[in-house]
């Protein structure tokens, strides 16, 4: 299987490197080392599309990113993928891609994406890298791949499309920026090979022409068993004041980091603000650690390093305010660093200012 595997894949490269060209069949067999009516079979009873479907559907493919993005010329692509005419050429076309080549360079227009195959033990699609280009995050500019966009209108209301790019080289400068609650699976993606260790971004664009950046690390995170990307903010957020807070006789300077809704998800409170405690000189090590985490992801997008206390106050759905107190300790939960819930008894601890 494995050296079946091997000629197919050397017929796709034959292929891919001459989809401007005729194909040449009499080349396909003695690359494959059998007839072209045997290498055909196969082809098809492994990937499910005939040699001839997939060289229209690649050459098509190509087409439309040349015209969109290229600023290429119907009559010249139509004549460089090898069609006699560019009616011949916009009638395959529109029925590829669902709309005229003409129009392929709107912005409302998605291109249908047939990806380039790889053999294995099993067949599977891998588009192409479409341009690169550079984006700047935080100042520093970084090579980004373009991997094509998908259609969002069916089914994300007040949105368009979503556009995916992948940033080469930037994980190490990335890894430990704090993960917003959202995961992206691999199968919304375009079929690209992600591995672990990569950055994406994905800009959304909406109905109201605004474009909504956001950023996505393949760390291993998992979701309803599939493998994900998690979304992190790009940027840490800066305290927006500094109050006191009172914990068993000792006034601790506290950096207010924001507040977060949780009406529609938690049957508990209906929001949570987050305090930084400064300066705790390892003031509440020795107090009894629970094994109720808080993950990162949890926290307004803050930098959070090993020792940091922390003081939440939730507004319960009866109208209390409750406190936690948490600490960064190095605990680990689903694979999220996370802080750990712990109790101060007998105690009293005071907030200066709460959630209201």
Request: proline fraction near 4%; include cysteine; glycine fraction near 6%.
């Amino acid at each position: 299987m494995e050296n079946i595997a091997e000629k197919l894949n050397l017929v796709i490269e034959y292929i891919e490197s001459h989809l401007t060209e005729e194909i040449d069949q009499d080349e396909i067999a003695r690359i494959a080392c059998c007839s072209y009516y045997d290498v055909g079979r196969m082809f098809s009873l492994i990937a499910n599309i005939n040699i001839s479907d997939y060289i229209r559907k690649r050459r098509l493919t190509l087409a439309g990113t040349e015209l969109k993005y290229n600023g290429a010329k119907v009559i010249e692509v139509a004549l460089k993928y090898g069609y006699d005419s560019p009616v011949s050429f916009a009638r395959a076309f529109q029925a590829f891609h669902g709309f005229n080549p003409s129009l392929a360079d709107k912005s409302e227009n998605v291109l249908v994406m047939f990806p380039r195959l790889i053999y294995q033990l099993r067949v599977k699609g891998v588009v192409d890298v479409i341009k690169k280009e550079t984006i700047a995050v935080n100042g520093k500019e970084y090579e980004a791949s373009y991997l094509g966009e998908i259609d969002m209108r069916s089914w994300a209301p007040g949105y368009l499309k979503r556009k995916f790019w992948r940033l080469e080289n930037a994980y190490e400068d990335f890894k430990d920026y704090p993960r917003i609650s959202n995961v992206v699976p691999y199968n919304n993606y375009p079929p690209v090979n992600i591995e672990i260790g990569q950055i994406f971004v994905i800009d959304y664009h909406k109905e109201n022409n605004e474009v909504e950046r956001r950023y996505y690390a393949s760390d291993g995170t998992e979701w309803n068993g599939m493998t994900c990307t998690s979304e992190f903010a790009a940027k840490f957020s800066v305290p927006e004041r500094v109050e006191k807070i009172i914990i068993c006789g000792k006034e601790y300077d506290a950096s207010f980091l924001g507040e977060q809704d949780m009406s529609e998800w938690s049957d508990y409170a209906t929001k949570r603000a987050f305090w930084r405690l400064e300066n705790v000189n390892g003031d509440f090590d020795d107090c009894e650690k629970l094994s109720k985490g808080l993950p990162y992801n949890n926290y307004p997008p803050v930098k959070i390093e090993l020792g940091q206390v922390f003081v939440i106050a939730y507004l319960t759905r009866e109208g209390r305010i409750e406190h936690e107190f948490h600490i960064a300790d190095g605990t680990v939960w689903q694979k999220m660093p996370s802080t750990r819930k712990f109790l101060i008894r007998g105690k009293k601890a005071d907030v200066i200012h709460d959630v209201e």
